[in-house]
């Protein structure tokens, strides 16, 4: 469940609650866009090709297509993942499952995207 996972993040362990991104009862998002993060990260700082190496506003620069990828729970529906942090750090090489970035660059091995 997405809102198990999001208990265990540096997020929620900061105090950032469903609510800071969620309209209380309907669950729709308060912003859409980067801005839902922009709120409280510094865009000058991660909305940059610094942090992100994509274009401004292409979906690779997209702040939830790295740290909240779409997973298919239960082949249900493809949801975002609450868990919020990098698939990048927990990939296996070995097994060449998928990360942040090898989602979109399939032609390209996990350690490619560990060097950036
Ligand atoms: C940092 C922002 C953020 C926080 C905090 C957050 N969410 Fe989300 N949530 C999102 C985004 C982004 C989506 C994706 C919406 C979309 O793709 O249209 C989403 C989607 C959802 C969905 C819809 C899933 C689906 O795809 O149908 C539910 C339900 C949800 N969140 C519940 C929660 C709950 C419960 C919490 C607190 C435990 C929470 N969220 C905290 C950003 C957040
Ligand atoms: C209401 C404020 C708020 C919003 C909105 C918010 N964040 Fe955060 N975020 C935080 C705080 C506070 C931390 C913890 C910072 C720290 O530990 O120093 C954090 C930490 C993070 C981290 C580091 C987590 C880790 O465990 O390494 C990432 C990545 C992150 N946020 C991404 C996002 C993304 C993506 C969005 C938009 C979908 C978002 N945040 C929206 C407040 C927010
Ligand atoms: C193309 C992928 C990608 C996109 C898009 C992206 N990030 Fe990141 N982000 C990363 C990577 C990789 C790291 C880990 C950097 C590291 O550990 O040195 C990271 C780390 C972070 C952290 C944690 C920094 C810390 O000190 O622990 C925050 C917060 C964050 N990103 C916020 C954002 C926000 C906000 C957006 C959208 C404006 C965004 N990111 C867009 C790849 C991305
Ligand atoms: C949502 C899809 C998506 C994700 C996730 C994504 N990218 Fe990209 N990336 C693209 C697209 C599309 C392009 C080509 C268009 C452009 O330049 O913006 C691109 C281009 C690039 C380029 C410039 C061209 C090149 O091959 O040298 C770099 C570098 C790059 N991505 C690195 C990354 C890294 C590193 C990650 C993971 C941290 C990542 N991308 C995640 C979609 C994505």
Request: charged fraction near 20%.
């Amino acid at each position: 469940m997405c809102g198990a996972r999001f208990l265990q993040t540096r997020m929620y362990q900061k105090g950032v609650t469903c609510q800071d991104c969620h309209e209380p009862h309907t669950a729709k998002l308060r912003v859409e866009g980067n801005a839902l993060c922009a709120r409280c990260h510094d865009a000058t700082q991660y909305d940059s090709q610094q942090h992100h190496f994509h274009k401004l506003g292409t979906s690779g620069a997209q702040c939830v297509e790295c740290h909240m990828p779409a997973q298919n729970y239960m082949v249900v529906d493809a949801r975002r993942d609450h868990g919020i942090r990098l698939r990048v750090r927990i990939l296996s090489q070995t097994l060449g499952s998928p990360n942040a970035c090898t989602q979109c660059h399939a032609e390209k091995q996990p350690k490619w995207a560990r060097r950036r």
